[in-house]
């Protein structure tokens, strides 16, 4: 416990500077105002003589004016003292003595926890039990060995029991498990790893359980509508994403939406805003009017959970408020700048959290960028309606640029159209998606026709959604991490600077129309992916398996379905697949059976096949119930089963009899296909293993498995035999893989005898979608690249 104790210091520091720092803040904030400085009439002194009757601070201001570069020094200094002193406070809690050795020891535990955020469901693989991460605080850890630590650290609890499911934050209760290594970065110190339930230990306050209440009410209101629409309106309201549609929440980030459903600044000025003119109407005055708006920002950020956006939000808004209450309320960037410098000083966490800061940077634009777009178009002619539509999606958008392509390594040209064609629906889900959620639980048919009415600006936003990520050249590539996101940062301020000379202005805005009208047209008739004659596609879907054979335009096989359904959807959609006749399921692990769902989204299904090893239970389940939706019955094949379609042919040649006893009875009963599209032959082998190889050469021998092409079994495991591979004697080998893995996978082994026998060898994780094509001189393949976009 000693340790903790030297922490008192630095928590003192912080405790200082940071009152400093706000101190100096709000100074800005209640200095005098740009019109000039206040003077009054004293009647002592005669009707002539001016009395300086300002508030303190003012008159502070005016004796003591620095010059604004000191300003700006004092600033950087506060802000660098604040940021080192508190995030060191909080890295020495996190770092503490006791609980890094109970963390490298992945002691087994008891521990009190405080939930400080809902519990938040991961995609969870089939024939794996669902997965909650809760985020959390400690009270006190207890553990066989060392005692009891009293202690408040962050721990992120990774929990199988559904009862953690429905906690609430600020719920106290105790839980029992094994600590362990977080990923670093932040300043959660472990993670909890439990499969029991957790003893609660009271309730949540009665705000929480209320804002609970209303955003299940809202749930319930939503679930009549059709899936699209009925998922998105909660993320626009409170920003509860968990029944969005992964293919909607895919074209959000594509058209530069996603910070649609992430709860921020515009959510605020909307449900505020509305309060505030309804104050107004009732001609209330400054101070009624702020404590009503003050009602309506807890209330709202206790509904839509303290995330860092929220968060920032709602600082500013109480900021702003204060103002509003002293006869200020126009000191907006001064509250936004406030509100980064306590937030940040009480949380360091949040300096790194792309969501704050895409937040900040959206709302700095706001403020300094879009009125000077504005005022520029209105000087041009523009009618204001228009300049104002203009500006706002403009400059948000060149603010978030840079951090955006560092993110996720590209750049959208559709974001300012599609951000425009969204604003007239944003207010009306809103406003109409809170009085879903308030009404619920006295009303709820009247909640349902309020989700009804707040669908159809959900829908609009579907709809400008999916055809924005569809357009031609939509995105571009870019570098991606810092690198990218300087340079597009250094190249936007380059371009501001430059663009406001009239001839340089006219120069760019030639360069771009160029650059668009002659891009534009060859990337419409020859759009780059898939190319010109492809036979197969291997999905980059993760550590997983997903093939593409196509039958004709838009229609296709597709063997295996991935662990990632946003993933196997989004290679399906680049290769423009509209429809699966046939669906093969080699065999039902996770990596190859989770990701149906994204297979499957708006497409339409022929027939599924599959192996007729039915383990594991809940990927064989997962399959049969996907595919009975559809109203199609998954049929087990064995060796001999054929199908042909356009080009395509194939043949089931393995596993040659069911095999039992093996490392791996689902992976050596592995679905093996030969299949024959145009002139090109390939192999398709699932997670084959030793055995399954070893009994395939038996049985067919050299000639009956040659192929120009192999799909290399098991991601490139370790567990091959090197007859089969020889025998096969691919020119060309393709391994599906995942970035990263924890398996090894691919064995440098395997690929340099691969590479020895021949083989033209290409990884998904290094290359990306790969496309087979078949030329003048026989097999040739295309890469797309990594696919940067978070999945």
């Known amino acids: 416990m000693s340790a903790l104790g030297a922490l008192h210091w630095p928590l003192a520091v912080t405790v200082a500077v940071a009152a400093g720092a706000v101190l100096a803040t709000l100074l800005l904030l209640l200095g005098p105002a740009a019109s000039g400085p206040l ?23 005016r004796r003591h004016r620095p010059d604004h570069r000191l300003w700006i020094a004092v600033s950087v200094l506060l802000g660098l003292l604040c940021g080192s002193a508190a995030a060191g406070a909080r890295v020495a809690v996190r770092d503490a003595g006791p609980v890094t050795g109970l963390v490298a020891g992945r002691a087994p535990v008891t521990v009190e926890l405080v939930v400080r955020d809902d519990p938040r469901p991961l995609t969870g693989a089939a024939g794996r039990p ?23 650290l962050r721990l992120l609890v990774l929990a199988t029991d559904a009862g953690w499911r429905h906690l609430l934050p600020g719920q106290r209760l105790t839980a029992t498990g094994r600590l362990a290594q977080s990923r670093g970065g932040d300043l959660h110190a472990a993670v909890l790893n439990t499969g029991t339930a957790p003893v609660l230990a009271g309730e949540s306050s009665w705000a929480q359980r209320a804002a609970g209440s209303l955003r299940t009410g809202l749930q319930r209101a939503c679930a009549p509508l059709p ?55 009732a001609r209330a005055g400054p101070g009624l009017a702020a404590a009503a708006c003050t009602l309506t920002l807890v209330g709202f950020v206790i509904l839509a959970r303290p995330s860092p956006s929220v968060v920032r939000a709602g600082t500013m808004g109480a900021i702003a408020l204060i103002g509003l209450a002293m006869g200020r309320p126009r000191a907006a960037l001064p509250a936004l700048g406030a509100a980064v410098t306590v937030l940040v000083v009480y949380d360091p966490e949040l300096a790194g959290d792309a969501g704050f800061a ?105 709809v400008v959604a999916r055809y924005g990520a569809r357009a031609p050249a939509g995105t571009l590539p870019w570098l991606d991490g810092v690198v990218g996101g300087l340079s597009l940062g250094l190249l936007t301020l380059v371009v501001v600077l430059l663009a406001r000379h009239p ?33 197969v596609a291997i999905c980059a879907v993760g550590q997983g398996d997903t ?38 399921i080699s065999h039902f692990h996770a990596d190859h059976v989770a990701g149906l769902d994204g297979v499957l989204r708006g497409r339409r299904l022929g027939a599924v096949v599959t192996t007729g090893w039915p383990e594991p239970v809940a990927g064989h389940d997962a399959v049969a119930r996907a595919a009975a939706a559809r109203g199609v019955g998954p049929r087990p094949v064995a060796a001999g089963w054929r199908f042909a379609a356009g080009r395509v042919e194939l043949t089931v040649v393995g596993p040659p009899e069911r095999l039992s006893g093996t490392r791996s009875d689902p992976n050596n009963n592995s679905l093996v296909l030969r299949a024959r599209v145009g002139a090109a032959t390939m192999l398709f082998t699932g997670d084959a293993e030793e055995e399954e190889q070893r009994a395939l050469l038996e049985r067919l021998g050299p000639a009956g498995l040659r192929a120009r092409l192999l799909k290399v079994p098991h991601h490139g495991s370790v567990y091959q035999d090197p007859q089969f591979l020889a025998a096969v004697d691919p020119a060309v080998a393709l391994v599906s893989v995942g970035v990263g893995n924890d398996y090894g996978h ?5 690929l340099a005898m691969l590479a020895r026998g021949g083989a033209r060898v290409l990884r998904t994780d290094l290359d990306g979608d790969l496309a087979v094509v078949v030329g003048e001189r026989g097999l040739a393949v295309v890469v797309r690249g990594p696919d940067h976009q978070a999945d």
Do not use: K
């Open 358 to 462: 895409l937040s900040v940077l959206a709302t700095g634009g706001l403020l300094l960028l879009a009125p000077r777009m504005r005022e520029a178009l209105r000087r041009r002619g523009t009618p204001a309606w228009l300049a104002d539509a203009l500006a706002v999606p403009a400059a948000a958008q060149l603010a978030c640029g840079p951090v955006v392509a560092g993110l996720s390594g590209t750049v959208s040209l559709v974001a300012v159209p599609a951000n425009l064609l969204a604003v007239p629906a944003i207010a009306p889900a809103t406003v109409l998606g809170v009085a879903a959620a308030v009404v619920s639980p006295l009303w709820p048919a009247g909640a349902e026709f309020a989700a009804w009415l707040g669908g159809w600006p959900a829908w609009w936003l579907v």
């Open 130 to 152: 669902p997965l909650y991460l809760v985020r959390a605080q400690t009270s006190w850890i207890r553990s066989d060995e060392g005692g009891r630590i009293d202690v408040r």
């Open 746 to 750: 691919p064995n440098p082994a395997l």
């Open 39 to 61: 003077t009054a009439v004293s009647l002592a002194s005669g009707p002539a003589a001016p009395v300086d009757r300002a508030p303190l601070t003012h008159r502070w201001f």
């Open 227 to 281: 899936v699209e629409p009925g998922g998105l309106l909660p993320g626009l309201v409170v920003g509860d994403t968990s029944r969005l549609d992964p293919a909607v929440e895919e074209d959000f980030r594509a058209t530069g939406m996603t910070h649609l459903v992430a709860v921020s600044g515009s959510n605020v000025a909307i449900v505020v805003g509305l309060v505030l003119l309804l104050a107004r109407w």
């Open 503 to 535: 001839a340089v202005r006219r120069l760019l805005a030639v360069g771009v129309a160029a650059v668009v009208v002659g891009a534009l047209p060859v990337r419409l008739v020859a759009p780059g992916w898939p190319p010109s004659g492809w036979v």
């Open 547 to 584: 093939a593409v054979l196509p039958i004709a335009t838009g229609r296709a096989v597709v063997i295996d379905a991935g662990p990632d359904p946003a993933a196997a959807d989004r290679c399906l959609r680049r290769l423009g697949i509209r429809e699966v006749s046939l669906l093969v």
